[in-house]
């Protein structure tokens, strides 16, 4: 398939090429001719997969084949709703350049920053608006943005939103737009109430879901080194002086923590930043971009401010502490081995982790490797129990750069990983709010 195939206009097509897209990707070549034929679309798909470009795409196309009506400043005829100011941004500049040789206006409104600007960009008129969910609202309680006119209504990350709380404010969102409009919904997990809202505001919607949940790409190694609590900053440090472990991701369990690790980073002579909720909209935009350019070796991050982060040929993503919620891990490792790049994913694990190991590799279909890294074997084995039943997993490539040792100890829990609301971990796997 070609872009010129799936029917979008010259002018996005020269903007496509602008920016070195050659071919389109599978969710692009599902949603592109459906949300073109103006269906609703109900899509499955991560960060990662081109979904913004699949979304992105048939909405400027919609909305540059039609005026807008009346006169006075433009109002909103395109609505996305995404999680995190990061998403919203990322999302904004990614419809700029999609949209650079059209003439049409955008803005994005997110909170963290003062509301003059938003107000400011909303008075002068915009065709899309790109928002989270709350900052919208203070906007409609100031009656500072007028929805009457939106046709194309887009919900990015639709379960990470429910999972931050926002379903009320969605609701109210949606309840008053026109009917008369299109709704594409994108998630990488389905759970009821992700259903329901679908059911209650999507008109008819086709389903396509292209990468099956909770998948990562093949072209990511993955592997855990057990550790004693007491000595996972020591390893840390170790394992960033390795030679070849090129810019990385780490994870940290608490934004207290991630700030106490990017200081420690700092301290070792590693250029470090930390993004997490509790940083405010220049400081998070400051390390983001320090670590874009390349002038940040690590960023330190917390999984709700890390999610939607876009990096271009980030190599390492380092699980400092597990997520507490294994299909975080999916959501963590999507960061690297993006558009088939290498990537490496390497975990943190002491004896408490076990479990979540575990449940890690029920989630992930597959291994993750337990490799001792030379000099920090743990005081206390880690044991992940042999499987219940057979197992079906596979186990991941352990990586190449290893310089520790040979796997040790690698089993699938198949029984016991956790299973939440009656779902398993496979097929759609609920997303329980953040602890
Ligand atoms: P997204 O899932 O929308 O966040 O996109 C992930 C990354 O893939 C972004 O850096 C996009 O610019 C890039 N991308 C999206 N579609 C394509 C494509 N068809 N060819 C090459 N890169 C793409």
Redesign the pocket.
Known sequence: MSFESLGLSPALLRALAD?G?????PI?NEAIPLALAGHDLIAGAQ???????AFGLPLLQHLAGRTPDGKGPRRPRALVLAPTRELALQVHD?LRGYAKHLSLRMAAVYGGVGMQGQIDALRRGVDVLVATPGRLIDHLDRRGVDLSQVEVLVLDEADRMLDMGFLPAIKRILGGLPKQRQSLLFSATFETALKQLAQQFLREPREVQVTPVNTVAETISHRAHPVDAARKRDLLLDLLRQPDIGQTLVFSRTKHGADKLARLLNQAGIASDAIHGNRNQNQRLRALGGFKQGRIAVLVATDVAARGI?I?RLPTVINFDLPMVAEDYVHRIGRTG??GAEGQAISLVTAEDAPLLRAINKVLGREVSLVDHAGFAPSTPIRIEAPSQPSRARPAGHNRRSHAGAPRRAHAGAGAARSRGGQGGHAAPRQPSRP
Do not use: E, I, V
């Open positions: 920016a897209y050659t071919t389109p990707t692009q960060t990662g997969t081109g979904k913004t470009a990614s876009d271009d993006r558009a």
